[in-house]
């Protein structure tokens, strides 16, 4: 397993089992039903390792994300920090209620409340002087987590926590020790990525003796956020302090009313706290309510309103049979770990794009103004870069329609707010942060469209995807759409961009041809075969042309540094992207053997470990495969397309045993807010989208014994493994609704029919099935 | 005469005739009618010295003050230049959107943007190093300025500039040297007080090839003010660069589409530039419009839409009749220079507060949100310690009823948004400074409900008013309260606070007794008395006492540092300061003898300048008495209130002969939003509101031959000076409608209704006149 984890220490203490053995902590009143699906996800897979997942509360593509941090202030690393929490970690920062899941880049963790008994320091400390400041140190042993709810026992500060969430408010339960005071810290200067003249302004206002409202605004990832909240105790606070920490300011201006802390009703600034103190509470629990807004204070303050009443126990239940209902699209059937992986994977699948709206409809766009949504509600947080592949097609079959309806429209409101009229790159709070390459909001689109969702306005769409695809100064567009491709002496990772571009452009062409428009069809059908100007046939790789026609030399398919011909990625990983026409790729290498051999090099090579080392997104490797990053994530089906879909049923149990546990460090790298856990999602029920747009599934073999899709048309769809065994790697034969399949895809429209996919399994290869051109998936150009 | 002047140069340069020397600069084709009014307003009055005036220009109560700015970037001094431009410099940095006329602190300057033929340096270089920069040299002998018109010759760019202005939107008109490139400069780094670290963040969008949006958020006077603009030019540029020009940032961000400058769509930073180059237009003149809004890019678009087409000499035209309009509220007839002098002041009198509004209603208010005007027109600009005394009252009888409503309404408005619960106290684009003392939103209303203003809702008004003067934390109320004084040991300038918060308190009762809200008019009543508690019988004087119950000692009556018992000035200048109580005072004071005397004492004592030269508000000094800082203008009056009004008469003439002057430097101090001028202008009509909320004017003498109100209700007030020569420096007698004057002041009532005011002129005192007691000015308590 070539996991490519810093904690060896890790590996040994996350054992799965202990994430169930706190299932009683506190005598919490819900206790979730025999059976329920909850009880099979580990929230804690990926929270250690390269998987950048947390382990807090929160709903079903909810905007609140109420989690614990870890980080250290100001620790300039951010990558292994991205959600906050590391499960290597022995101390808690704070909770916070904004956090990636497995995001590779990072920021968030606004509204950091931290509570405890008794005396409280005003700085975080460090973890290696426990009572330095206000991080407390914690047990995994006292820790427990699922879907919609977290618990820790704050050893250092004496207090337990309790953690839920509705979709807009998180719900905090503190029980403090007993002759105490009770006190809550809230440091609005901290944050995810947390580094000096990172906050621009911020803002903490009293509103009456429980209520709390504020913003904050930040240069993070994306420029010039600003976040909006509102806490709400369940109880008065005997005194509160507002405390603005910033020093050496040249002007500070007039001083408001109140000459102490406690007098304050306002602080303005850039390094604010809040300190509350409720007295001894005795044996009384403390609640704390929490929602945020894009829009304004008053915005939060009705986003508050959304969970009434004080029930810690009624909204634990309420988050709990939330996520049921969510869970409960499929229904898996597979001995342990693997039940507790795949279910988790579709945990991990329905955190993003998340809700980012107010209960007003009013949202904030990529011009940075407030929108009101008309009709849908309006999503951020869109790592399209990466979940286009399978995310967004897997919540194609197990979310409403009404949602994934929601997403498209989501994304082409922002199109049309953006100051550059184009769809979002990498967008999260409204905002463009241009993390990555491609204009993948265009196949999501596409993709929803040739599987008729319904709910938007097609034209709408097209036009928002085409002054995307057609939008000069973006990415080296005005070059490749002038040479065919893009330059690499005028633009970076000009590979990459050229085979992204041109399977994006034949979503837009699958797309308008549907729709009748036969000139845009064509168009972009051309744009689509720009990947054959950058495959060299010479060396079977991909590589980069410089504008004069040439490939740029010196040319090595292990490099893989940014500003190389690659996006996160060597020739190794990228020379395979063109998922739309794999049939082309087929006739580059010399026909089916060529390509056989090509993907049989990747995952076989015996790479030096150094060769990627210095390149933290590309992980989980196996040869040059690198299971942690997403141009890998279509290859194993590949073979299916030379016809050899055995091959595809054995890397994938390569790929499937190495790269996920049912641990902390279970993901292989960034879950990239679903995408890697899709991937595991589809793999596991047999089959995946390696083309979004062509309506069609390459079949790989399944992992579970059973599974049900529970449809969003109401028909369901089942999938059945016979002779389900570890020894019986192989695909015998397949049965669609009881008739032999004799073909290597499945056609979206079968599944959204209902019916049952039967797979029977044996130790040997069946090298026959699959064989025939005719049976092999959907490629643009004819095999 | 005593004005504190830095520039003796000054003096000797501005001859008040230079202003008028350049009426046909540019062959403007607007010519003033003869005998229009705005002939007679000099815009240049204030901008020396310590007046601190702006001369660009704007409309009566404009959202947009557009004018030129000298200041130099980065210079920490922000005092003599709060209005961004100085009579004395030789350069001017650029034109900006935003001024205040008159503060004593200083901000704004937003939007600057500089034209220049040909080549432009991106960094604006120093006054005394010519072409070090982006500012030019410019002489006054080729500049003009009117009202809503301002002109002048950039020498060292080559640019001839006009500028005027609709209430939202600034013009520009740009006459470049042709065969070169005509070049516009805009940016964004710079403010009025104009410091490293002001800028928050900033934004700068492209909106097609000639409109461009942004925002800039600063920490200046007000804290985290976001102002959104709008520029679009009257052709398209033909290159545009958009510049960050920050340096040493720890995370930028990715990079958005554009590689170069002229490439970008958008920017955004703390530091931004954008250049627009439009090529030679030989001898067509470049326009360009400035609209700003408080709420959004799209606000301030929208705004944009208020001057529709790009008809420079049409909108000058436009801006003259709205400024003839105005001014047509008083017609003097003065020889020259008081008629110029008298003319400038109802012009400064009329620039705030200002408009601050979207065209659809929107504004920001004190809690930094966005609110919606029902009804009224937000306008923002409050310096309420200056203005409540004479300003207000003088925008009472000049003024639509619906603009003072707009006050009024404007007032409770950001009193119900205010996190706090209180009316303004320094106001400014919606957002509080908490800049000087008192709660003079109070008496500014008070003053309105006495005088029957009609359009707002009196109950709302009331319960703001008395929230106000309830709130605790704010200047040491809680003590008043429970005291009946501010205590010097718990709070500073507690012998200031006492006896405003007094005469505010008197203000309350006042419209509560008319309300019919008997338990409310006690209340106040009874802290309208609380002036009592801090004059020290002893010493004569107006002092600080401890919570303990003592005088603050050492004790010295010419003391005047920030912190002492008083604010802006000493006991010779806080100790006449019960405008509402002057029996009082006279009681105090043993007697009228001892009031005159006392008085007489202020003015003719023999002042080492040294006394007050640290406090750079306290100016135009005779004695004591400071004219350049409000506490003293109503103390010229006081001698009505001991049956003498000619001493008033005598000391008026010396104040006005010796602080006013048709120059530059003609302000004896800050014009402070328009009271110093506003003084001027009732003084010279012969009367003076001593105390808002009494419906009175104490009668002073008039410096204009005659005058005719043409009042708000339609009706017309005429002054006439019988016998008007510089020898009659008193009054024989007065008549109103043709009856005999016994009294020394006038009702309110009396000038609505219309009506003939004479005074008979006359060389030698007439002591008889106003001596009874019957015949003084109200006072709370009897004579």
């Given amino acids: 397993m070539a996991v490519r984890s810093p904690s060896q220490l890790c590996r040994r203490a996350c054992a799965g089992a202990v994430v169930l053995a706190l299932a009683a902590l506190h005598g919490a009143a819900v206790q979730a039903a025999p059976g329920a699906r909850t009880d099979d996800v580990n929230v804690f897979i990926g929270t250690g390792g390269d998987g950048h997942t947390f382990p807090g509360a929160t709903r079903p593509f909810g905007m609140i994300q109420l989690s614990p941090d870890t980080q250290v202030r100001h620790f300039r690393q951010s990558y292994p920090w991205a959600a906050g929490y590391r499960y290597e970690d022995d101390s808690i920062l704070g909770f916070s209620h904004t956090h990636f899941s497995g995001a590779g880049h990072s920021d968030l963790g606004d509204v950091l409340l931290m509570p405890a008994s008794g005396e409280i320091k005003l700085d975080p400390g460090y973890p290696e002087r426990p009572f330095s400041g206000y991080r407390s140190r914690f047990s995994h042993a006292e820790e427990h987590a699922e879907p919609g709810y977290y618990a820790v026992k704050l050893r250092d500060n004496a207090v337990d926590v309790e953690l839920t969430a509705s979709e807009r408010v998180g719900l905090h339960r503190y029980r403090y020790k007993a002759g105490s005071a009770a006190k809550v810290l809230f440091d609005l200067r901290s944050s995810i990525y947390d580094y000096p003249g990172k906050n621009l302004w911020s803002r903490v206002r009293m509103r009456g003796a429980d209520t709390v409202t504020g913003m904050r605004e930040t240069r993070g990832w994306a420029p010039g956020r600003q976040l909006y909240f509102a806490i709400r105790f369940s109880r008065p606070f005997a005194t509160h302090q507002l405390l603005n920490r910033e020093e050496g300011v040249e002007y500070k201006g007039f001083a408001p009313p109140g000459k102490t802390a406690s007098d304050k009703v306002q602080v303005e600034g850039k390094a604010l706290e809040a300190l509350f103190d409720f007295g001894d509470l005795r044996d009384a629990p403390l609640l704390v309510k929490v929602a945020v807004s894009a829009v304004s204070e008053d915005g939060a303050l009705a986003n508050l309103d959304e969970m009434p009443g004080w029930d810690f126990d009624a909204e634990r239940r309420r988050a709990h049979d939330a996520w049921e209902g969510a869970l409960g699209a499929v229904e898996i059937e597979a001995p342990q770990p693997m039940k507790r992986m795949v279910t988790t994977s579709l945990y991990h699948s329905m955190l993003a794009p998340s809700l980012f709206m107010d209960r007003d409809g009013r949202y904030r ?419």
Avoid at 449 to 462: N, S, T, V
Avoid at 489 to 496: K, V
Avoid at 741 to 759: N, P, T
């Fill in 365 to 783: 766009g990529p011009d940075n103004a407030v929108h009101q949504a008309e009709g849908f509600r309006f999503h951020s947080t869109f790592s399209l870069w990466d979940t286009y592949r399978a995310l967004h097609p897997l919540l194609t079959l197990i979310q409403p329609a009404q949602r994934n309806a929601d997403f498209v429209r989501s994304l082409v409101a922002s199109q049309q707010a953006s100051p550059y009229g184009i769809l979002p790159v990498w967008q999260f709070a409204g905002l463009e942060t241009w993390c990555m390459i491609g204009y993948h909001a265009v196949p999501v689109i596409a993709d929803a469209y040739m599987k008729g969702l319904p709910g938007f306005d097609a034209e709408e769409a097209l036009k928002a995807m085409t002054a995307s695809a057609d939008y000069g100064p973006y990415g080296g567009l005005e070059h490749y759409m002038k040479l065919g491709y893009v330059p690499i002496d005028l633009e970076p990772e000009a590979a990459s961009k050229t085979v992204e571009y041109a399977f994006d452009d034949w979503t837009i062409a699958r797309m308008a041809e549907k729709m009748g428009k036969k000139a845009v069809a064509a168009k972009y059908y051309a744009r689509a075969k720009n990947w054959r100007n950058v495959f060299d046939r010479a060396t079977g790789f991909v590589r980069a042309r410089k504008s004069s026609g040439e490939f740029r030399t010196p040319f090595d398919p292990t490099q893989s540094n940014f500003g190389s011909d690659y996006t996160e990625g060597s020739a190794w990983q990228y020379s395979w992207y063109m998922p739309h026409d794999n049939a082309g790729l087929v006739g580059m290498l010399g026909g089916d053997a060529g390509l056989v051999a090509k993907i049989d090099q990747v995952f076989d090579a015996r790479v030096d470990p150094a060769v990627y080392a210095h390149m933290e997104d590309i992980s989980g490797l196996i040869g040059h495969y690198a299971h942690g990053n997403e141009p890998s994530h279509h290859v194993a089906y590949l073979y299916d397309y030379a016809g050899a879909p055995y091959k595809t049923q054995a890397r994938l149990a390569q790929i499937v045993s190495s790269q996920y546990r049912d641990a902390p460090d279970g993901l292989a790298g960034n879950d990239d807010l679903g995408q890697t856990s899709a991937w595991l999602a589809f793999t596991a029920l047999g089959f995946y989208p390696v083309a979004p747009g062509s309506n069609e599934y390459a079949i790989g073999r399944p992992f579970v014994q059973r599974a049900a899709l529970n449809l969003p048309n109401g028909k369901r769809f089942i999938i059945r493994a016979e002779h389900f065994d570890p020894s019986n790697g192989y695909v015998g034969a397949v049965r669609l609704n009881g008739q032999p399949l004799a073909r290597s895809f499945l056609r979206h429209d079968e599944i959204m029919a209902g019916g049952e996919l039967v797979f029977t399994m044996q130790a040997a290869p069946d090298t026959a099935w699959g064989k025939d051109k005719s049976a092999r998936p959907y490629s643009m150009t004819a095999y």
